[in-house]
C-alpha cells in the first residue's frame, strides 16, 4: 500500500506506555470473561457482547511510565487512519450527510478501560460506540500473520477499515436501530441482524479502498487479495472449522469466508455506499 507521502492522523491515542489500575467495582474483568474473551475472537463473536457482560464503563488510573516510541508500525496505522478521514469526510460531504467526526484508535498491551466495559487484547479489534474509538493492540497484526496466514500491510489496512466502518455505521443510525431489535429478538435471529452489520462493515471497507485508490492511488498489485485473504480468515466457518471441527451456522455473528469477501469486493468494485444495504438484501 503507497502511503509514504501521506499524512499521519492527529486521532492516534497510543496508551502501551501506562500501566494500568481499574478503579471502582464496576467493570472489573475475572477469569471468567477472559475465556469468555478467547472464545470470542476464534468464533467471531462480537467483543462488544462480551464487553457488555462486565458492565458499565470503569474508570482507569494509570501511573507514569516510558512513552511508547513511535513506529514503522504505528505510523502505517495512524496513515490508515489518516486516510479513512480524508475518504469518508469526502463521502459525508458528496451524501450530504453533515460532517465527519473523525473517532479515536486507541493502541493498547492487554487491557484497557473503555466506554464499553474493559477492553482485553483476546478480543481482537473492536469499535466501541460509547466512545467512539477503535481498539487495537498491534500484536493482532502478528497474530494475522502467523495464525491466520493473512500477512500484508492491506490486510492490516483493511482490518482498521472495518472498525472504521463500525464507526461510520454509528454515525449513520444503524448501531443504534439495530440494538434494540437485536435485544428483543431470539439468538438465531440477533445473531443474523449481526452477520448483516458485520458484511456492511466489509462493504464499506471495500467503498473506502475504492475511493482510496482514486483519490490518491494507494493500491499496489496484491492488495485487494490480501484483503480477500484476510476476509476468509476470519469467516465465521473458517473460524469454528478450526476451533472445534465442525460449524454452527445458526451462531455466526460476522458471516462466512465467501460472505466477507463477496460484500468486500461488492463496496471495493462499486465504490458506493448504497451497494452495501446488506438488511435489505434476500441473500448475503
Given amino acids: 500500500m503507497r502511503l509514504d507521502n501521506s499524512r499521519e492522523s492527529r486521532n492516534v491515542e497510543d ?35 462480551v464487553l457488555q457482560t462486565v458492565g458499565g464503563p470503569e474508570t482507569e488510573s494509570t501511573t507514569a511510565g516510558e512513552p511508547a516510541v513511535p513506529t514503522a508500525e504505528t505510523r502505517f496505522v495512524s496513515k490508515v487512519l489518516a486516510d479513512t478521514e ?19 484508535l486507541v493502541l493498547f498491551n492487554g487491557a484497557t478501560a473503555t466506554a464499553c466495559g474493559t477492553g482485553q487484547s483476546a478480543m481482537g479489534p ?9 481498539y487495537l493492540d498491534l500484536s493482532f497484526f502478528q497474530q494475522m500473520a502467523q495464525e491466520l496466514q493473512s500477512p500484508g500491510d492491506f490486510a492490516q489496512a483493511y482490518v482498521i477499515a472495518h ?3 463500525h ?32 458484511l456492511q462493515a466489509d462493504c464499506f471497507a471495500g467503498v473506502w479502498a475504492n475511493h482510496s485508490d482514486t ?14 485473504d484476510a476476509a476468509s480468515a476470519i469467516g465465521d466457518d473458517r473460524l469454528q472449522q478450526k476451533s472445534q471441527g465442525h460449524v454452527v451456522p445458526d451462531s455466526f455473528t460476522h458471516g462466512t469466508s465467501a460472505q466477507r469477501m463477496r460484500w ?6 462499486s465504490g458506493d455506499t448504497a451497494q452495501c444495504d446488506t438488511f435489505s438484501a434476500a441473500s448475503l
Fill in 215 to 228: 483519490q490518491r492511488n494507494t493500491l499496489e498489485a496484491g492488495d485487494i487479495q490480501e484483503a480477500l
Fill in 163 to 165: 472498525e472504521v466502518a
Fill in 86 to 104: 480524508d475518504v469518508w469526510g469526502a463521502v459525508f460531504q458528496q451524501k450530504g450527510w453533515g460532517s465527519y467526526q473523525q473517532p479515536k
Fill in 167 to 198: 464507526h461510520v455505521q454509528h454515525m449513520l443510525g444503524v448501531t443504534d436501530q439495530v440494538a434494540p431489535v437485536r435485544q428483543r429478538s431470539t439468538t438465531a435471529a440477533a445473531n443474523q441482524l449481526s452477520v448483516r452489520v458485520e
Fill in 264 to 269: 468486500f469486493t461488492r463496496g471495493f468494485k
Fill in 126 to 134: 473492536f469499535y466501541c460506540p460509547g466512545d467512539s474509538k477503535v
Fill in 15 to 49: 496508551r502501551r506506555g501506562r500501566r494500568r489500575m481499574s478503579v471502582g467495582g464496576r467493570g472489573k474483568i475475572g477469569i471468567g470473561t477472559i475465556v469468555l474473551a478467547l472464545v470470542a475472537i476464534y468464533f467471531g463473536v462480537d467483543p462488544n457482547v
